[in-house]
């Protein structure tokens, strides 16, 4: 990355926060009459062991779920918004984790592609780290905690609460794990690698009022803005020069890489008191000019892709599905073996094929840039030929 770019990144990063605590003094200024109108919510909205929290996801077209402004008694109408993607969360006891050890304070986890752990007391809701395939794509299985854990609901929440959270985990592994293609690639043999992920938080309740669902039932809800802003780096470490960092020579490299540099996600989420699914959830550009996913309280029954992993089923989920820009295929419960990922067009000819060696879990990303609206059908195949599921993937472009 040239350090123009770097600037670039950290301006834009700051302009960001700084919207928000704009955000946070304008309100703060023109709503103090209408505190007293809007709900609290307490504890009752965190998630406890054995719930099941399902939410549907779409890709809307732009300009078609309208961004409204902060303040107060709000009337927010998505029920013309369609159906779209279903996936469900299973909240399991600790117990079920292979890495319980490593995580002694925790309460209650989640069981996906990997394990993500997490604490729930009186007043906080927190992730505190998770094991499973590393975030570089490299099919490594790791620990990972944060340090220190990283709220992710709180209790009491009303109108104008206003917080700020860091975190940081460091992942370190042998240089013998990656490929020996990228270590070849360096000027000198690492003797391990660490992957550093720093995030930054700003988490303002922005908003309440009224959020009407495509069921046509309506929730009152408190709208809880969050910027985040997580830097992922890569360092290796060699003799005399200890840590050296070599982000940018990985950065574009097959298999791992793409998540590296600075990535700002901005969220609007409602929440309901009493209610463990997010009501509603926008995820906005980096510009805060339209939505990029919507996603919202699921209130039909469905099988649990979760469950799926758990119980031990080979397959693979792409997601986002319908995508723009790009699609992540969750591979999980595969024998070792090389595997293909193959996406066809509607005609049946091959827009895409890439080949990989999976062991258990793993996650490939796929550049659909150059992909046309449509439908495409994507599959799984191992080296005998077997074809471990066909699906669909739509892709939208805007």
């Given at each position: 990355?040239?350090?123009?770019?770097?600037?670039?990144?950290?301006?834009?990063?700051?302009?960001?926060?700084?919207?928000?605590?704009?955000?946070?003094?304008?309100?703060?200024?023109?709503?103090?009459?209408?505190?007293?109108?809007?709900?609290?919510?307490?504890?009752?909205?965190?998630?406890?062991?054995?719930?099941?929290?399902?939410?549907?996801?779409?890709?809307?077209?732009?300009?078609?779920?309208?961004?409204?402004?902060?303040?107060?008694?709000?009337?927010?109408?998505?029920?013309?918004?369609?159906?779209?993607?279903?996936?469900?969360?299973?909240?399991?006891?600790?117990?079920?984790?292979?890495?319980?050890?490593?995580?002694?304070?925790?309460?209650?986890?989640?069981?996906?592609?990997?394990?993500?752990?997490?604490?729930?007391?009186?007043?906080?809701?927190?992730?505190?780290?998770?094991?499973?395939?590393?975030?570089?794509?490299?099919?490594?299985?790791?620990?990972?905690?944060?340090?220190?854990?990283?709220?992710?609901?709180?209790?009491?929440?009303?109108?104008?609460?206003?917080?700020?959270?860091?975190?940081?985990?460091?992942?370190?592994?042998?240089?013998?794990?990656?490929?020996?293609?990228?270590?070849?690639?360096?000027?000198?043999?690492?003797?391990?690698?660490?992957?550093?992920?720093?995030?930054?938080?700003?988490?303002?309740?922005?908003?309440?009022?009224?959020?009407k669902l495509p069921s046509n039932n309506s929730y009152e809800t408190l709208r809880q803005k969050r910027v985040q802003l997580?830097?992922?780096?890569?360092?290796?470490?060699?003799?005399?020069?200890?840590?050296?960092?070599?982000?940018?020579?990985?950065?574009?490299?097959?298999?791992?890489?793409?998540?590296?540099?600075?990535?700002?996600?901005?969220?609007?989420?409602?929440?309901?008191?009493?209610?463990?699914?997010?009501?509603?959830?926008?995820?906005?550009?980096?510009?805060?000019?339209?939505?990029?996913?919507?996603?919202?309280?699921?209130?039909?029954?469905?099988?649990?892709?979760?469950?799926?992993?758990?119980?031990?089923?080979?397959?693979?989920?792409?997601?986002?599905?319908?995508?723009?820009?790009?699609?992540?295929?969750?591979?999980?419960?595969?024998?070792?073996?090389?595997?293909?990922?193959?996406?066809?067009?509607?005609?049946?000819?091959?827009?895409?094929?890439?080949?990989?060696?999976?062991?258990?879990?793993?996650?490939?990303?796929?550049?659909?840039?150059?992909?046309?609206?449509?439908?495409?059908?994507?599959?799984?195949?191992?080296?005998?030929?077997?074809?471990?599921?066909?699906?669909?993937?739509?892709?939208?472009?805007?």
């Amino acid at each position: 990355m040239t350090q123009k770019s770097l600037t670039l990144l950290i301006t834009t990063a700051q302009d960001i926060m700084s919207k928000i605590y704009i955000s946070f003094i304008f309100i703060m200024f023109f709503s103090a009459a209408a505190i007293k109108a809007q709900i609290t919510l307490d504890n009752t909205y965190f998630p406890v062991v054995g719930d099941s929290i399902s939410t549907i996801t779409i890709v809307p077209e732009l300009g078609a779920i309208p961004i409204t402004d902060s303040g107060d008694d709000q009337l927010w109408d998505f029920s013309q918004v369609g159906s779209g993607v279903t996936n469900t969360i299973v909240y399991d006891t600790p117990e079920s984790a292979d890495s319980i050890s490593a995580f002694p304070n925790a309460t209650m986890v989640t069981i996906g592609t990997g394990t993500t752990f997490y604490r729930a007391t009186d007043t906080d809701f927190e992730v505190l780290g998770f094991e499973g395939p590393d975030p570089t794509g490299f099919g490594i299985n790791l620990v990972s905690r944060f340090e220190p854990a990283l709220p992710e609901q709180k209790a009491p929440l009303d109108f104008l609460d206003f917080d700020t959270y860091s975190s940081a985990s460091d992942i370190a592994f042998s240089a013998q794990a990656l490929p020996s293609e990228l270590i070849d690639s360096l000027p000198f043999a690492p003797d391990s690698i660490r992957i550093r992920i720093t995030i930054d938080r700003v988490d303002l309740v922005d908003a309440w009022g009224t959020v009407k669902l495509p069921s046509n039932n309506s929730y009152e809800t408190l709208r809880q803005k969050r910027v985040q802003l997580t830097e992922s780096r890569l360092e290796v470490k060699v003799p005399i020069l200890d840590w050296v960092d070599v982000t940018d020579q990985f950065a574009g490299q097959a298999g791992g890489g793409g998540f590296l540099g600075m990535d700002t996600t901005i969220t609007y989420t409602h929440w309901a008191q009493g209610i463990k699914d997010p009501i509603a959830v926008l995820t906005l550009d980096s510009k805060e000019e339209n939505v990029e996913t919507f996603t919202y309280k699921s209130e039909d029954i469905m099988t649990s892709v979760a469950t799926q992993v758990r119980q031990g089923y080979e397959n693979v989920y792409a997601y986002p599905n319908p995508a723009i820009t790009y699609a992540k295929f969750d591979c999980v419960n595969l024998k070792p073996d090389y595997y293909e990922l193959t996406i066809y067009n509607i005609l049946g000819l091959e827009a895409y094929r890439e080949r990989n060696y999976i062991s258990g879990n793993k996650m490939l990303k796929v550049d659909l840039s150059t992909f046309r609206k449509g439908t495409y059908l994507y599959s799984l195949t191992d080296t005998t030929g077997k074809v471990i599921t066909t699906k669909r993937l739509v892709v939208i472009k805007p």
